[in-house]
Nanobody
Framework: VQLQASGGGLVQAGGYLRLSCAAS????????MGWFRQAPGKEREFVAS????????AYADSVKGRFSISRDNARSMVYLQMSSLKPEDTAVYYC????????????WGQGTQVTVSS
C-alpha cells in the first residue's frame, strides 16, 4: 500500500498549484479519497474529499471556492487543484482514504510541501 503526493512547491499569494496523488492497490479501489494538510506546529486537518464515482465532494470551509478535488480511477490518481492561494495554505499536503477515523491513521504516505509567500 502506497500513497505518494506530489506537485507542491513555492508560490506567491494568489497563485495556483495542482497536487497529484498516486495510490496503489486496495487503498484506492472503491474508497472515498481525501486530501489533508498539516502546517508547522498545528494538527493535521481535513481539506477535501471525493467519492468513488466523483459525484460527491466535500471541502473544508477554509478552502471552499478555491480548491477543487478530482480523481481518475483508471489511473488510481487523485488531484487537488488549488487557486487563490493564501499564506495560511502553507502546509504539507497528504492524500489518504477518507473515513471518520482519519485522525487515528497510522500511515500517511509521502506528503508534498506547499509554501505560499505573501
Amino acid at each position: 500500500v502506497q500513497l505518494q503526493a506530489s506537485g507542491g512547491g513555492l508560490v506567491q499569494a494568489g497563485g495556483y498549484l495542482r497536487l497529484s496523488c498516486a495510490a496503489s492497490g486496495r487503498t484506492f479501489s472503491g474508497y472515498v479519497m481525501g486530501w489533508f494538510r498539516q502546517a508547522p506546529g498545528k494538527e493535521r486537518e481535513f481539506v477535501a474529499s471525493i467519492t468513488w464515482s466523483g459525484g460527491r465532494t466535500a471541502y473544508a470551509d477554509s478552502v471552499k471556492g478555491r480548491f477543487s478535488i478530482s480523481r481518475d480511477n483508471a489511473r488510481s490518481m487523485v488531484y487537488l487543484q488549488m487557486s487563490s492561494l493564501k499564506p495560511e495554505d502553507t502546509a504539507v499536503y497528504y492524500c489518504a482514504p477518507y473515513s471518520s477515523n482519519w485522525r487515528h491513521y497510522d500511515y500517511w504516505g509521502q506528503g508534498t510541501q506547499v509554501t505560499v509567500s505573501s
